[in-house]
């Protein structure tokens, strides 16, 4: 049996009759007698008393109209279900980030929840190096890198500038300097985060490149361990401005600039080529294309070319 039928059952239901369902449902008589034959025959049992005029059920046409209810019901659910989705009226929206690059989100899923506030947002926390493999199982629908993935096989869009900062607590001796120069760092005590990142292998690049040493004393598992333990009076080190903003803020750190370089990481919403979008995911990428003409930098809004030359 299909919807259709059952939707033609319920008519001669609510009707007490074939020939006032068959008008209501632009159809003859013969061929709404026809699905009903159909439905008995499919089932084995009668469905309305045939000595009867006013279209009485059977038991086992008071059974078939329970579930006929139901599914019919379930399919104007299932389709307003769908034209929700469309309008934002409902919809999911999962995101992966790590540690870091969930700061970058915060202010735009405040500005998200207000413009959809119907939309169930999740933000899972993940290493960088697998939120590509996050995205293509489809754990995750958008994703946030500070690196470039496959281009082949993923979209992205530049949407951060974030400089990195080398930081020291406030009463290190270089707190008070207006920039110090590279070479000078060879001496200092530095505090890093435990895991390969892009930015730390920039950092060792640079530091070769500069024939200077880069003593790398403890290594903490988090971002935010590195930055209470030297404000603690602990070394130094670098680490991405948007993460340490609010210790510097308050003078728990202090940012010297470096006179021979400026470090600076991009962060990119990261989507799969195959397959489309929500409706939730289009809305959101929509919300950071406005909040960054409206922000300017350091937040932006550039799609990256198809592919690397």
Do not use: C
């Not at 026809?34 to 086992?60: C, H, M, N, W, Y």
């Not at 080398?166 to 590279?182: K, T």
Request: proline content about 5%; aromatic content about 6%; hydrophobic content about 45%.
């Amino acid at each position: 049996m299909d919807l259709q039928q059952l939707e033609t059952f319920l008519a001669v239901v609510e009707e007490r009759s074939f020939s006032r369902a068959a008008q209501r449902l632009l159809r003859t008589q013969p061929a709404v007698s026809q699905v009903i034959r159909k439905l008995e025959d499919e089932l084995g049992e009668p469905l309305f008393e045939r000595a009867s005029r006013d279209g009485s059920l059977t038991a086992a046409g008071e059974v078939l109209r329970t579930y006929a209810e139901r599914l019919v019901g379930l399919r104007a659910e299932a389709a307003s279900a769908v034209r929700e989705l469309k309008t934002l009226e409902r919809g999911q929206l999962n995101l992966a980030a790590n540690e870091y690059t969930t700061l970058y989100l915060l202010p735009l899923l405040d500005r998200f929840r207000h413009i959809s506030p119907h939309i169930s947002l999740t933000v899972q926390r993940s290493l960088a190096s697998r939120i590509p493999d996050d995205l293509q199982a489809r754990r995750a629908e958008l994703g946030v890198l500070s690196f470039r993935p496959d281009p082949e096989q993923f979209q992205s869009v530049v949407v951060y500038s974030d400089a990195v900062a080398f930081v020291v607590h406030a009463g290190h001796p270089l707190a008070g300097r207006r920039r110090v120069h590279l070479r000078e760092l060879g001496a200092q005590n530095f505090v890093a985060h435990n895991v390969s990142s892009p930015l730390r292998r920039q950092i060792v690049a640079t530091f070769a490149q500069h024939k200077t040493p880069l003593n790398i004393g403890v290594e903490l598992p988090s971002l935010e361990a590195v930055k209470r333990f030297v404000a603690m009076g602990n070394g130094v080190a670098f680490l991405p401005e948007l993460a340490a903003a609010r210790e510097i803020e308050l003078g728990e750190l202090v940012k010297v600039p470096i006179a021979e370089v400026k470090l600076e990481r991009q962060l990119r919403l990261v989507h799969r080529r195959a397959g489309a979008l929500s409706h939730s995911g289009v809305a959101f990428l929509q919300a950071v294309r406005a909040f960054s003409l409206e922000r300017g930098r350091p937040y932006l809004y550039a799609v990256e070319a198809d592919s690397i030359a």
